[in-house]
């Protein structure tokens, strides 16, 4: 008789850490992991400097036969309207609306500048043909010529 105590014992523990599991699967939020980081939404935008008069650039879409942009949460086709302005650039970094004769440029990082990197391998790299005088080879770690 002990045994099927045991037994059910055992069998409500194993409920109870079940339920208890649960729960706590139930009460994990899971988040986006492509989600910006906190701060980094429209109104973190607006005040790292964003020039794009209270609009956002969230991403842009570039094809062969189509190019667009999400603007504020919404996918804006290259020469549709949006907010009053035209969609007439799309680039891989910005997008530029134009109303009444003026241009908007929304860039996708505003506060990032692209520039060219020549790499170190161009800047160092000895020039070929040049023999070395006797100086310059003990300075490198080699016999100087005599």
Do not use: Y
Not at 68 to 82: E, S, T
Request: positive net charge.
């Amino acid at each position: 008789m002990s045994q099927s105590r045991v037994t059910s014992h055992e069998s409500r523990a194993a409920a109870l850490a079940l339920m208890l599991f649960c729960a706590s699967a139930a009460a994990q939020v899971t988040t986006d992991p492509t989600r910006p980081p906190e701060g980094m939404g429209a109104t973190g935008m607006e005040a790292a400097g964003d020039a794009g008069g209270g609009m956002l650039l969230q991403s842009v879409m570039i094809s062969p036969t189509h190019k667009a942009a999400i603007i504020n949460g919404v996918m804006v086709r290259l020469g549709d309207k949006f907010g009053g302005a035209v969609l007439v650039k799309v680039a891989e970094s910005e997008v530029v609306l134009k109303s009444d004769g003026t241009s908007q440029v929304l860039k996708l990082h505003p506060g990032v500048d692209k520039r060219e990197v020549v790499p170190a391998a161009a800047k160092s790299a000895p020039r070929q043909g040049k023999a070395r005088s006797g100086k310059d080879a003990a300075a490198a770690g080699g016999t100087p010529a005599r």
